[in-house]
């Protein structure tokens, strides 16, 4: 994944839920045993290894490193391959064999550009193979968003670059899967207000997934960054009396290689 400076530790003690919700994606995929299986934007391993424990014959890719390593130390069992999904084949990864199906959760939103990668999901993919995906949709994480920009503003540094993310609409993402040679079967946007893990708020959010935000601001200015960008989120309604939570809009959609 490209984009952010991912710390995988606290991605799933912090963040876990990005994981949890993702579970019941694989239900949605059925791996099947012996099926060759994609996970793309593998992060730290978890859906990798769940399926590898079904039978799969799973290859968990992914752009970071980081992430990598911890999934590689937590999950010897599975294989782990650093490749970006912008790259032509996919690193070469479907030449030998393709793959039955590709697997993807909480990680298309950071691959641009987009249509280059679900043209290399297609290339890797057997005719009929099946493309099971889940990722942030149109309006995903916008009073965030807000918040930080808005809390950057207020402490004079709004001249920051703020990520963009890939985050469509069920009719943008289905033309982009036509165009790469797809059918799709179900795609659907629903939102999933999310609560943020106990001592964690919006500003920690920004922290984690805007990290390359936060590198550059003085460490100094940090405090009063945080403060500003809480103070926003409170504004949008991201607190409750049951604490803090992110505005998270999913895109799900399950897509077959067209023959
Ligand atoms: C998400 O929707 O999972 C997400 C998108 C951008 C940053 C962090 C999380």
């Known amino acids: 994944m490209a984009g952010n400076a991912w710390d995988a530790r606290e991605y799933d003690e912090q963040f876990g839920f990005v994981g949890r919700y993702g579970d019941a994606l694989l239900d949605l995929l059925d791996p ?46 599975v294989e782990f391959v650093a490749a970006n999904a912008t790259d032509p084949g996919l690193g070469s990864l479907g030449v030998n064999e393709p793959f039955a199906a590709c697997f993807s959760n909480a990680a298309l939103h950071w691959m641009t550009p987009q249509d280059t990668v679900l043209r290399n999901v297609r290339s890797v993919l057997a005719d009929s193979g099946r493309f099971v995906a889940e990722m942030g949709g149109a309006g995903n994480i916008a009073a965030l968003d807000a918040s930080l920009r808005g809390g950057l503003g207020d402490v004079g540094l709004e001249a920051l670059d703020v990520v963009a993310n890939h985050f469509p609409t069920v009719g943008e993402q289905a033309a982009l899967l036509e165009a790469a040679g797809f059918r799709v079967e179900m795609a659907t946007w629903f939102r999933r207000p999310t609560p943020l893990a106990a001592g964690t708020t919006a500003a920690d959010w920004t922290r984690h997934f805007r990290a390359g935000t936060w590198a550059v601001v003085p460490v100094e200015r940090r405090d009063e960054l945080a403060e500003a960008i809480n103070r926003r989120a409170v504004e949008r309604g991201l607190r409750t009396a049951d604490g803090w939570s992110a505005d998270y809009c999913r895109l799900r959609f399950v897509a077959i290689a067209a023959g």
Do not use: F, Q, Y
């Open 32 to 77: 099947r045993p012996g099926e060759r299986i994609l996970d793309l934007g593998c992060g730290t391993g978890r859906h990798a290894a769940a399926m590898t424990a079904l039978g799969a014959r799973v290859v968990g890719v992914d752009a970071d490193e980081r992430m990598l390593a911890k999934a590689r130390a937590d999950h010897p069992e």
